[in-house]
């Protein structure tokens, strides 16, 4: 039976992993343990002596913590994910040119490239839960609940970036997309202090993120937090994103590549 | 006569209001090796791109393999082979990978692909550099991997544009060996090329284009038989002194060409036009007897010179 052609790209962005794996899984590793040995250990014991563990719904902060942190993972390496391939692909390399003269189209690209990116994520973020079990945060069924959606709403970004990749003519765009778009969203989006920090007002600002919506995810599912919206509209949410996203890439990735 | 393995009617590509491909018609037969010969920006890599079926065709009828690239690209591409203008291969993979990978875009199993590779290697003379990166292959051997990986689906017709374009001439060489063999082994081959030379080597058939239209089309030897005279006697005359050498020409040769640095007239006896020149008391500074060339053809054709 004939390979579904979105899954032959699939396949040659793994060929193209296995190139780096050892390296990209290494950083995927050390990354959590650097973060929560100076998140938990230094900045969370001062957390604690604060005493104010309401916030945090009476648990430790590392604890409050951890599923964020997963979830802003994921958030950070879609972004990732989602950009450097395609600017690889169109403009650094122009390999993607030559893929069109085989049975693969287009739009076998994008659908095979954001495949790709879901396993990648699904990597990132189990390392990630793999660690934070090795630093004795949370339960593996808990962790397993954190890492899901923390991946998808890393997809959820990723589809988006892929988009505007795509659009940019040179690098300039996205250094400005990742200081300006990326890099606050990380900060502000509950993470690591609720928003309820904030003024009342400016709070709906952060439901129109998407890693907000992922660590609601990760922090209701696996610690059985109270979310502010019911989860599967957070889900939904993140749905419209990828949805909208995956569109966007297909027409910005065809445009780029067919003329 | 069977069936063409490609055909063009009124074939038409347009970026914008500039009209690149304008209405041009072809036939290419198996097994024959069919020429695009034509100065930059003439329209033949769109008219490859259009034939390879990943350019959208805006007017006029194409039929490759009597399959039709707005319809059935997929199952097109699938029985080409295609050697781009720029190779695009992945600098950063090693040359066995860049072919095992391109190799599974059309789902070949891997059982299938590794004995090709070892074939296509040896054939593309790149045994040596199996493990070698990509980035690291000179022109030539980077454009001999794009040859052997467009062959690796082994394709009924092969489309090259300008392949040899940018290299030494020790490595066009070899190039034109390759594609010699590849002509014998009955495989169909579209060639795009600026160089004369290299389509009067290698084209059973080719076309002139410019401008997006096709000027003229035949065997290299109709067409020069067509549009220009047998030999050609080249004149260099002292710095300035050209301008009053032409009038005292005139009538010399049935046909005269005044490039900037020197004169040609064409002839079909051109040791009796050397004798004329002499005798009429002009005194070039070098002289060159040559055949007449597709290079001839191109500029009786167009009044321009290919390569400039
Ligand atoms: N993607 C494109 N967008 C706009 N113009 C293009 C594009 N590709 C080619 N052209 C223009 O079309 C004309 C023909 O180009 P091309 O087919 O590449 O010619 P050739 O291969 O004979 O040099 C040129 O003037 C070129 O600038
Ligand atoms: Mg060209």
């Known amino acids: 039976m004939a390979t579904p052609i979105p899954l032959r790209f699939m396949e040659a962005q793994a060929r193209n992993y296995r190139r780096i794996w050892r390296a990209s899984a290494f950083s995927n590793f050390l990354n959590p343990v650097l973060y929560l040995t100076a998140m938990g250990i230094g900045l969370g014991t001062l957390v604690d002596a604060g005493g104010n563990t309401a916030a945090f719904g009476g648990l430790a902060y590392l604890e409050w913590l951890a599923p964020g942190l997963l979830a802003a993972t994921g958030f950070l390496s879609g972004a990732g994910e989602g950009a450097f391939p395609v600017m690889a692909g169109t403009k650094w390399l122009k390999t993607w040119h030559s893929v069109l003269n085989t049975p693969v189209g287009p739009s076998d690209i994008t659908a095979g490239v954001l495949l790709w990116i879901s396993v990648r994520l699904l990597m990132v973020c189990g390392i990630y839960g793999v660690v934070l079990l090795l630093f004795g945060i949370g339960t593996p069924g808990g962790v397993a609940l954190a890492v899901l959606p923390s991946a998808y709403a890393g997809l959820a970004v990723a589809a988006p970036m892929a988009a505007f990749a795509a659009n940019l003519e040179d690098d300039t765009g996205l250094s400005t997309m990742f200081r300006f778009g990326v890099v606050p969203m990380f900060l502000f989006s509950g993470t690591f202090f609720p928003i309820s920090q904030f003024p009342e007002w400016i709070q709906p600002a952060a439901w129109l993120t998407p890693l907000w919506h992922g660590v609601e995810l990760a922090r209701g599912m696996s610690l059985g937090m109270e979310t502010v919206f019911p989860m599967w509209l957070s889900f939904g949410y993140l749905t419209l994103w990828l949805a909208v996203g995956a569109w966007l890439a297909d027409l910005a990735i065809r445009a780029r590549l067919v003329t | ?308």
Not at chain 2, 129 to 153: D, F, H, W, Y
Not at chain 2, 166 to 185: S, T
Request: charged share 30%; net charge negative.
């Open chain 2, 1 to 308: 006569m069977p069936a063409p393995l490609v055909a063009a009617r009124g074939l038409t590509k347009k970026f914008g209001d500039f009209t690149a491909v304008d209405h041009i018609d072809f036939e290419i037969q198996p097994g024959e090796v069919y020429g695009f010969l034509g100065p930059n920006g003439a329209g033949k890599s769109s008219t490859m791109r259009m034939i390879g079926a990943t350019s959208p065709i805006d007017a006029g009828e194409l039929t490759v393999f009597g399959l039709d690239p707005r319809e059935q690209g997929r199952q097109i591409r699938a029985r080409l082979g295609v050697v781009p203008q720029e190779d695009q291969l992945d600098g950063e993979l090693p040359v066995h990978d860049n072919l095992y990978i391109y190799g599974r875009y059309f789902d070949l199993k891997r059982s299938e692909i590794l004995p090709r590779i070892d074939e296509l290697l040896e054939f593309a003379q790149l045994e040596e550099k199996r493990k070698a990166k990509v980035e690291m292959l000179s022109g030539g051997m980077k454009r001999r991997l794009t040859i052997a990986r467009a062959l690796i689906n082994q394709p009924e017709l092969v489309i090259l544009d300008e392949p040899t374009t940018g290299l030494d001439p020790q490595a066009r060489h070899i190039l034109w060996d390759r594609l010699y063999r590849l002509k014998q082994e009955g495989v169909t081959l579209i060639i795009t090329t600026h160089y004369m030379d290299e389509a009067e080597q290698l084209c059973d058939r080719l076309c002139v284009m410019d401008r997006g239209r096709i000027v003229a089309e035949g065997t290299p030897r109709q067409l020069i038989e067509e549009h220009s005279h047998r030999e050609v006697l080249e004149m260099r005359f002292p710095v300035g002194a050209q301008a009053d050498v032409l009038p005292r020409l005139a009538g010399v040769a049935p046909r005269q060409e005044e490039l900037a640095d020197r004169v040609l007239l064409y002839v079909d006896d051109a040791d009796a036009a050397m004798g004329e020149v002499s005798r009429r008391g002009l005194v070039p500074e070098a002289t060159v007897v040559r055949r007449s060339t597709l290079e001839d053809v191109f500029l009786r054709l167009t009044g321009r010179t290919l390569v400039d």
